[in-house]
């Protein structure tokens, strides 16, 4: 017996943006899923438009648990987690511990299936992709939330707009945010 798929099940409820007035309230399954999709998107991107080498089903699988450890910890809002270096890096220590005790409800013979997601290989393009599609996913949710009428969101917009801008460097996200990005501040109607 495992506990551990149980333990993933309780990812949607975990919200994300706790110290953000919603217009549509976000959890974090919810929210690995759209990275998930931004990541493959991406991935595709790059291989057909960019002429790049990355492999779409890992961008997927590691964006699916990117935010896994926060079943344990939650999801600690960003003006705490960046408040200074020692939170931000004694908060990845605990990320670090927290994905660790997850991995230690699984058997033996499955933790080289999800050892290397939980701990991906740095050096790999998807996980760069995985990043981009993770601060992407954080400035779409800022956009629906601006487009629903919540001022709430928009000195976070701008904020993670420069964030962003850390990837312009990946051919991938400059396509998808001059390609894809405006059409997620429309509404259903305007999209047809």
């Known amino acids: 017996m495992t506990s551990f798929y149980a333990y993933l099940s309780r990812m949607k409820l975990i919200r994300r943006w706790s110290l953000m007035r919603s217009v549509q309230p976000e959890n974090i399954q919810e ?5 998930a999709v931004i990541a493959h998107a991406l991935a595709e991107i790059d291989n057909r438009y960019c002429g790049g080498g990355s492999d779409p089903g890992l961008a997927v699988l590691l964006a699916l648990y990117h935010d896994v450890g926060e079943v344990i910890i939650g999801d600690l809002p960003t003006p705490v987690k960046y408040f200074n ?3 931000k890096s004694s908060y990845g220590i ?3 511990v927290a994905r660790d005790k997850l991995l230690s409800l699984l058997p033996e013979p499955l933790l080289p299936a999800y050892r290397p997601l939980f701990f991906p290989d740095k050096d790999r393009p998807e996980y760069r992709l995985v990043k ?7 400035y779409i949710k800022c956009l629906e ?5 919540n001022g709430e969101f928009a000195r ?7 964030e962003l801008d850390k990837f312009n460097d990946l051919p991938a ?9 405006a059409d997620y501040a ?7």
Do not use: M, N, Y
Not at 31 to 35: G, I, P
Not at 145 to 149: I, L, T
Not at 186 to 192: A, F, S
């Open 31 to 35: 929210h690995s899923h759209q990275v």
């Open 85 to 87: 270096p020692e939170i």
């Open 94 to 96: 605990i990320e670090d």
């Open 132 to 138: 981009a599609a993770d601060k992407l996913a954080a």
């Open 145 to 149: 939330e601006g487009s629903a009428g």
């Open 156 to 162: 976070a917009e701008k904020s993670i707009e420069k």
């Open 173 to 181: 996200v400059r396509w998808f945010r001059a390609h894809c990005l």
């Open 186 to 192: 429309k509404t259903l109607d305007e999209l047809g």
